[in-house]
DNA sequence: CGTGCGCTTGATAATGGTCAAGACGCGTGG
DNA sequence: CCACGCGTCTTGACCATTATCAAGCGCACG
């Protein structure tokens, strides 16, 4: 099945570039960020085995929704993939954006089901791991086991950088906020901290931030005026680093 | 250390009740909620050895504080439990209450040092699970394993909750949504639903919801005129739980 | 019996939402 | 290749919700 998406995407004229479909984690250019931990690669060698590489996604496909049986959490290896649940009344709240080397769906784990939805904000190729296999493997590893206590700690830590902005932060702080988030994160994927495209819409960053899409845009042309930040439709530089910050109200 | 906190308790003229001081996991009645899993009872003997329960903390209190070195997560055995972060700026952000039952510290994984500072609303007898242990526990319990995982998952689906709360909901929904949460909590506990003491003040409930003092304070008078909850200061009855429930707008 | 803190209530102000219109960009089809 | 149309983004005018500022109440504690 998954090797069925895979020949299908050849057959809609994708090139597989051997980085994509031939890498493992020894060799993924990810894994200091994806295994942070020092795993012996006899260690790696073992999550190999386990990880399927099969999935890769088109803009728009869902990894998986809300309410699906939870088997794996995933790595994004290319592209990125918007999280988001839906709200009693059928609106939607994004949850989180995730990058290159950054794994989601750990959200599935406490009830077997997903408590969000996953899907490609751009082509994306993912690595899925089997929970089932992850959790037996880490009975025997134990800097495995270790890494992915870690790992989902880090989630909540995320979130509750997230809740603070939201409870506590004005708009231009959270827009320069979720600037600084990205350029951050691009710079630990060894990418421009200053130069990036944004592949999610206003209305995505405005539903994540707690805003409208009109307020999102005119923080954008307020940071432009000011000279901090060039904003070219989804293309962004970061003029003014410092002065990014500073809006933010960050001191690091 | 921790021995020496409750001798110090004792001292200042607490009395060590025989139901907090020789409870072991098998005979508590919280059980359900801290260890939903059916371990097995030779399990429970295990993760008994590993628990200690010498830390009856006084009103404001700390159990940990933001950049402590992380050891052990910790169970509230009574009383209650603010979890909060310091923000940039030297603000306060309240990240969550725990009850009875509930289990906090776990935002200190990831880094090692606790991500934030959590003090006692009012006195608070707690059980403290040393983390080191309870990895290697688990490594050779797949069910602990698998329980810890899953507390970790719930935070984090509870955190986004939050999240989509905080960004979408009105004063009137947040706040209806927090009644209805520890309505919830405190029926689990066999508790009653309706009627219900707040351990935390209304500063609290504020910095809690992203809202300020005042806020609350007028949705409590609203919601008393549409005769909904009847607030007596800290004393809460909720007159009309399917009215509370519409005014939260959640369907559930 | 005062003093202070936590809570409530009122008046006013500001931030961001809503509604509306127009610009821009992109893909499709003539 | 250009025209059209739709979706996304921007900008403006106005409005609503909630923050801010201010005052007063009541209870607990010294």
Do not use: W
Not at 25 to 35: K, P, Q, V
Not at 208 to 232: A, C, H, N, P
């Amino acid at each position: 099945m998954t090797i069925h998406i895979s020949d299908s995407a050849q057959r809609e004229g994708f090139k597989p570039c051997a980085h994509d479909y031939q890498v493992n984690c020894g060799n993924c250019r990810l894994n200091s960020i994806c295994l942070p931990l020092a795993l012996e690669s006899d260690d790696i060698a073992q999550l190999d085995e386990i990880i399927q590489r099969s999935k890769p996604l088109q803009k728009g496909q869902h990894l998986y929704r809300e309410g699906d049986d939870f088997q794996s959490v995933f790595a994004v290896r290319s592209g990125s993939i918007k999280a988001y649940k839906t709200t009693d009344d059928g609106r939607e709240q994004v949850t989180g954006f995730y990058f290159p080397g950054e794994i989601l769906g750990m959200d599935g784990i406490s009830k077997n089901q997903h408590a969000s939805s996953a899907k490609a904000l751009e082509t994306a190729a993912i690595c899925e791991i089997p929970f089932a296999s992850l959790e037996k493997l880490s009975a025997v590893m134990p800097s495995l086991q270790r890494h992915f206590f870690q790992l989902m700690s880090r989630e909540i830590t995320d979130d509750q950088v997230l809740i603070t902005l939201l409870s506590k932060n004005s708009a231009d702080e959270r827009v320069a906020a979720l600037m600084l988030s990205i350029s951050t994160r691009n710079a630990r994927r060894k990418l421009s901290a200053t130069q990036f495209r944004l592949p999610m819409s206003r209305v995505d960053i405005g539903n994540y931030l707690g805003l409208t899409v009109e307020t999102v845009s005119r923080v954008f042309s307020r940071m432009q005026k000011m000279e901090i930040l060039k904003v070219d439709n989804k293309e962004i530089e970061i003029l003014d680093l410092e002065g990014v910050r500073a809006m933010a109200n960050v001191t690091s």
